[in-house]
């Protein structure tokens, strides 16, 4: 059974820092690009940051360049998003999806709120 798990949402103050997880399980995780998306009420999807298989190619969306880091650890089956710098226009619901070919997953998601 494939499974994408989100943790790590929590509210906090402008310029604070946030790391998100997400756990996959029930496929071969190192062979999946791995993303974190981003929706905020009354938004479409954005994508945030792509990291791929071997984790040697990471790319980001221009409003989180030089604040947010994706990262992941194979052995763990898990990829993580490192927020700096949060500003209130980060709120919102984080994803995490894993691709490869036409396999494509995604997790429930976690919420990020930055507020003061």
């Known amino acids: 059974q494939v499974q994408l798990v989100e943790s790590g949402g929590d509210l906090v103050q402008p310029g604070g820092s946030l790391r998100l997880f997400c756990t996959a399980s029930?496929?071969?995780?190192?062979?999946?690009?791995m993303r974190w998306y981003r929706q905020a009420p009354g938004k479409e999807r954005e994508l945030v940051a792509t990291?791929?298989?071997?984790?040697?190619?990471?790319n980001y969306a221009d409003s989180v360049k030089g604040r947010f880091t994706i990262s992941r650890d194979n052995a763990q089956n898990s990829v993580y998003l490192q927020m700096n710098s949060l500003k209130p226009e980060d709120t919102a619901v984080y994803y995490c999806?894993?691709?490869?070919?036409?396999?494509?997953?995604w997790g429930q998601g976690t919420q990020v709120t930055v507020s003061s």
């Open positions: 999806s894993a691709t490869y070919r036409m396999w494509d997953y």
């Open positions: 029930g496929f071969s995780f190192s062979m999946y690009a």
């Open positions: 990291i791929t298989g071997d984790g040697g190619i990471t």
